[in-house]
């Protein structure tokens, strides 16, 4: 038989599985985001991709140059995973209640987002521009939460 102080012990031991459990699920869907936002932004010089900035608690300010410059995408792999492999150490350092930001601050980046202007190479960069790729990356940050959400909460 379970006495009240037995039942408060459990509650507060589900209590801390459940902030572990949800912990996880945000940094997997930040880290998921992180990743496609980085895959999908169409690449030239390599600078709109090495501008996606992950920050906890606020959003990032200023912009950097891009980790591999590059013309007419050669770099986009390297700055890729150079903006990936920050993108997820600044998201590791996550604690409870922490807000998780992925900024760019680029000036024209709702412009390449948006499709309003693309890659000025010629030829074109390997990646073709997707309308909306930052929306896109949040589809499958929502699909990351569902995912290891059914696993963590069986």
Do not use: C, H
């Amino acid at each position: 038989m379970s006495t009240p102080e037995r039942f408060a012990i459990e509650m507060n031991l589900r209590a801390e599985e459940m902030e572990e459990s949800i912990n996880r699920i945000v940094e997997l869907a930040g880290r998921e985001i992180a990743r496609e936002v980085i895959a999908l932004t169409p690449v030239d010089t390599s600078q709109a991709l090495s501008n996606w900035t992950a920050s906890l608690g606020s959003p990032a300010t200023g912009t950097r140059a891009a980790f591999s410059p590059g013309e007419f995408g050669s770099t986009a792999s390297a700055s890729g995973s150079a903006a990936q492999a920050a993108a997820w150490t600044a998201i590791r350092g996550r604690t409870t209640g922490q807000d998780v930001w992925l900024s760019n601050n680029l000036p024209y980046i709702n412009d390449l987002n948006t499709g309003k202007i693309t890659p000025r190479s010629s030829p074109a960069p390997d990646r073709t521009p997707y309308p909306r790729f930052a929306e896109r990356a949040v589809l499958f940050g929502a699909a990351s939460v569902v995912a290891n959400s059914r696993k963590i909460f069986k």
